[in-house]
């Protein structure tokens, strides 16, 4: 069977986007999505989005690691499939759509997606890091230079640690510079470092809030070894709200894979 498909990034985290409204792909078939995203024996990718009809609003997201699994929320990815759903002339300037944390609003302006994350109700601060959900869990780590870390070895380690090992974790390496901060993500289900991750950017600039502590609204310009974002929230204590993750979403190239 061919499959056709569209290869969208985000800040250089790649997706492979299928148009599945008539819901035909198996979604239990995980080698076939290991084998898509897979850069040597398939299209390569840090993962696969299904766009999928939903009652009650624009669309449905569905989301799979490149390990062929379902995963929890990806920010870049739900940027990424607005701006699909935009080039199906299926939604205007303006969106909701539903992922596997819940609703979520969006907007899009040429390549330009800025995507509403869901609120934040509390921060975990341990010694040296700091963790929080995003819609996926996220450890974050101050370290004084992201370009000194070895940062698949490092995160890895973090991520098979005797905490995290079993479910996994997300985890961040985070650079104070004067106008916001540089982030270097390791991936579980990717498995590997990723040139960016949404909700790892947002849960950074979260992150870095409860580390510098300002005061009322405020906005995160980040960087990432794929590209710039920027993090608007609504701080309330340990909880933030109105949170959203803007930057570029691009089409890459589209095709038919056996």
Known sequence: MKIEFTKYQGTGNDFIIIDDREAVFDIKDHRL???????????????????????????????????????????????????????????????????????????????????KMADVQNI????????????????????DAVSDLDVYEEGKAIRYSSRFAAEGINVNFVE????????????????????????????????????IGYSAKHKVAVSTKGGDLEVYFEPAGNKFFNI????????VFKGEIC
């Open 33 to 115: 999505i290991q084998r898509l995203c897979h850069r040597k024996f398939g299209i390569g990718a840090d993962g696969l989005i299904l766009l999928r009809k939903h009652a009650e609003c624009d669309f449905e997201m569905v989301y799979f690691n490149a390990d062929g699994h379902q995963s929890s929320m990806c920010g870049n990815g739900g940027r990424c499939i607005v701006a699909f759903a935009k080039a199906l002339d299926m939604i205007g300037e303006k969106t909701t759509f539903m992922a596997i944390d819940g609703l979520h609003e969006a907007r899009i302006a040429d390549n330009w997606v800025e995507l």
């Open 124 to 143: 975990e601060k341990g010694e040296g890091f700091y963790c929080l959900d995003t819609g996926s869990p996220h450890y974050i780590r101050f370290v």
């Open 176 to 211: 104070i510079k004067n106008k916001g901060i540089d982030v270097a993500t390791y991936e579980r289900g990717v498995e590997d470092e990723t040139l960016s991750c949404g909700t790892g950017v947002t849960a950074a600039a979260l992150a870095y809030y409860s580390h």
């Open 244 to 251: 959203w993750l803007c930057g570029p979403a691009e089409l």
